[in-house]
């Protein structure tokens, strides 16, 4: 009798484990490494695509891993679910050779950013990904921290020199560390020497790596960091540290402060990152989407695609993740504080006379961890480790020079553009 | 005079039992909390507002704010994922049970060649990393079909479980002497009817046990679920991969949510597990 019953188990098991897989494949499977986090997922769902026509599978994952292996999967047995690719600029190099043109695409009256549109064909003749959606770090501090500014000094245009004194000060007075850098495993703290130190003091990311420049940098680094909190290399989104007021100035993804800007506006306030001796270096980040060649719908991808470059969908796109327009469009009113705060920092630092813009890593291809494990190695023996400056940057110029060589990926700005791969001088 | 020495040391014997039986409930105590503590601490920071979350200090008292816990239900297919991940799990379950215990079966009772090779071999599966089997094992499973299928994950995950259950089945029919076997063999009962009626009683709740563990195995699996479905994801894939980069509330709501079918499961199953070490518990 049990025996019975535990065979009638077994077999409705296997048969409710093969039904029901076959339903529901013809939604559009957007597969994508953006807008992760729970929250965004279901705002991407309910007001983005909602509005398109047909129903679409927005599947976001933050680990790279199981997105790429399940790209590569699909391209190499030649038949696939996924529609729509979303991801970083970095994260399509590899997949360059499968994706479709989009250059057919008709996009209405849509007038797309140029740079980031050329950016888009990966250096081939044609489109590989669009532009979807940017966005850039910033600096965020508590208000209480302001009254605590060293004298002279303005937060729309800080120095380096200014924000180590600023912390010193912080530190000083209020009895305990209180700048916060997202420099723990899930941190971007790579993207801050690539984009906001090395610019701001080299005005290069690879040329100049390990130039006299680049130490004075580093030293710089090395002080702010005396004033830093401790618990900084456990960090990876600073809105948490600075909601729960263990971090009064921080710098980070905008993204990843929204949450402290949404929650209380009144206490934070957003401002650019501050400029070293040649400008104020900063990194916007461009996410695209783009087309694999086994997409199941050709046609619906490629209409998918173009409903997300139209304004009503960006300005959706960017109440939903945080990430801005790539289209010409004004910005309505009625944006959330993090939108309007970071919005307007983003304004500042950009239209700054001294602005600085670098771009993320171009070619690097699947050499993309080595090249960001170059400034996440020198971060940990100079700062964290103590070791020489001069020694460890002689060391990491070798690897560096490997990784570019192995890549043969060009100089991309502020690097001046080399033929072949870019040199470590 | 005997009288008197016998009492002088039994005082400082029963100080002694009294300062074990301190020392035992001190070791109980702090295994408990150590298991507790942080369950507790997700579910009172699970049933808290996103600023009751992010206070300073913490409260241990929890703020009855389902807000968070509601957005987790509220979101799109997380009930579907959680029914997938049951039926995985259960579809590991009985696939490693009904693989491994014959297996375990074959190696304590019988001895043939290549049994010792056998018994390493069969952890070999555990050698190797998946990121690295993921690739291969979707490109297979998508042309023949097995894609996107719960019975096609629970076979990888089945893999996984594998050893442990040919392991853990091995030492618990070792542990049954094969006299008794034998006596029921001299009784007129069949090889069958023999481990039907004599040994499976006997090693059921270490089955059951093993069970559990397989069930565990799959339900915590990542990497594979996330690359080898997509319409029917686990609540694994579904929401780990998401969680890690969601603000602290919803860390927490989403961790209660993996955290508590599991703990369900392993409630309900307990009084196996409890027998297995020879506690009834009726």
Known sequence: ?425 | MTAVTARETAVPAADIRKRGRFLVAITILILSVWVLAPIYLLAINALSSPAQVNAFPKSLVPGMETESIAFFLGFAGVLRALGNSILVAGITMVLAIGLGAPAGYALSRFDFRGKDAFRIMVLMTRAFPLPLLALPLAVMFIRTGLDDTAFGLALVHTTLALPFAVLITFSLFSGIPVELEEAAWTLGCTRFQAFHKVVLPLVLPGIAASAVFAFVISWNEVFAAAVLTIQNRTLTAFLLQNINVSPMHLKFAGGAMLVLPALIFIFAVRRYLFAMWGIASR
Request: glycine content about 8%; proline content about 7%.
């Open chain 1, 1 to 425: 009798m049990r025996a019975r019953k535990a065979w009638v188990a077994a077999t409705l098991l296997t048969t409710v484990a093969f039904g029901g897989t076959t339903a529901a494949h013809a939604d559009i499977l957007f597969w994508s490494t953006q807008a992760a986090p729970v929250e965004e997922t279901q705002a991407m769902r309910e007001q983005v695509l909602s509005g398109f026509d047909e129903p679409i599978d927005y599947q976001a994952t933050d680990d790279r891993g199981p997105w790429l292996t399940r790209i590569e999967a699909e391209l190499e047995a030649g038949s696939g679910t996924i529609g729509v690719l979303g991801a970083l600029h970095g994260e399509f190099v590899s997949l360059a050779d499968n994706l479709v043109d989009l250059s057919d695409i008709d996009l209405g009256d849509v007038t797309l950013n140029a740079t980031f549109k050329e950016l888009g064909t990966l250096g081939t003749g044609e489109q590989k990904y669009l532009p979807w959606m940017q966005a850039t770090y910033i600096m965020a501090a508590n208000r209480q921290a302001l009254d605590h500014l060293p004298e002279g000094a303005d937060i729309n245009a800080l120095t380096y020199d200014e924000l180590v004194e600023w912390a010193g000060v912080l530190a000083e007075e209020t009895g305990s560390p209180k700048f916060g850098f997202p420099a723990g495993p899930q941190g971007l703290k790579h993207r801050f020497f690539q984009g906001y130190l090395y610019p701001s003091y080299t005005d290069s990311v690879v040329t100049k790596f390990r130039s006299a420049e680049a130490e004075e940098g580093w030293n710089k680094f090395k002080e702010l960091w005396q004033h830093t909190n401790p618990s900084s290399t456990s960090y990876g989104f600073m809105q948490e540290p600075l909601l729960t007021g263990e971090v009064w100035v921080a710098w980070d993804h905008t993204a990843r402060l929204a949450d402290a800007f949404n929650q209380r506006p009144e206490d934070f306030v957003a401002f650019p990152a501050p400029a070293g001796p040649t400008g104020r270096g900063f990194m916007p980040v461009i996410a695209g989407m783009a087309i694999p060649q086994t997409a199941p719908d050709m046609e619906a991808s490629k209409s998918l695609i173009a409903y997300m470059l139209r304004p009503e969908a960006q300005i959706a796109t960017l109440r939903a993740t945080n990430f801005f327009p790539v289209v010409e469009t004004d910005l309505p009113e009625d944006m959330p504080a993090s939108v309007r705060m970071s919005g307007e920092a983003i304004a500042r630092m950009s239209d700054a006379e001294n602005a600085n813009p670098s771009l993320l890593p171009i070619g690097l291809g699947e050499y993309n961890g080595k090249f960001n494990q170059v400034y996440v190695d020198a971060f940990e023996r100079i700062v964290l480790a103590g070791q020489d400056v001069r020694t460890v940057l002689d060391d990491q110029a070798e690897t560096l020079r490997s990784v570019m060589e192995e890549s043969g990926a060009p100089c991309w700005a502020p690097d001046e553009p080399s033929d072949g791969a870019c040199p470590v001088e």
